[in-house]
């Protein structure tokens, strides 16, 4: 029987990612799918939350620059708060979703951030640099 002794991988540095659970990044890639309909532009169109935002803003001057608050100027109000909620909770939920890839993100590169051989800018070869 030919038994081949295995290398013990105690003799060089600690691999800092052992034990990361990178299911988890592509659950982020799954977050960002999530956002990527609301902030990305369709076609030559931008996107829906662009135009919403600008329809919000011409309905806010209006009112601004009319005072009117006769019926017809509070029902005007009341869609400007509809739009103003609706925008809100789509940007909070797009936010939510970032701020657990960003999250990820940092538990990522802190598994690396005590590391002293660990180049953060590995492109670069500074022999180049001489």
Aim: aromatic content about 4%.
């Amino acid at each position: 029987m030919n038994m081949v002794k295995k290398n013990d991988v105690s003799e060089g540095p600690e691999n800092p990612l052992l034990g990361y659970d990178s299911h988890v990044l592509l659950e982020a890639v799954d977050l960002l799918d999530d956002v990527r309909p609301v902030i990305l532009d369709e076609g030559y169109n931008p996107p829906k939350i662009r135009i919403e935002l600008m329809k919000l803003h011409g309905l806010v001057m209006e009112m601004k620059n009319t005072g009117n608050l006769s019926q017809e100027g509070k029902k005007q109000i009341s869609r400007i708060m509809a739009l103003t909620g609706d925008l809100d909770m789509e940007i909070f939920g797009c936010v939510e979703k970032l701020e657990k890839i960003n999250n990820e993100l940092g538990k990522l590169l802190a598994l690396g951030r005590d590391v002293e051989w660990i180049d953060l800018d590995p492109e670069e070869d500074p022999e180049e640099e001489e």
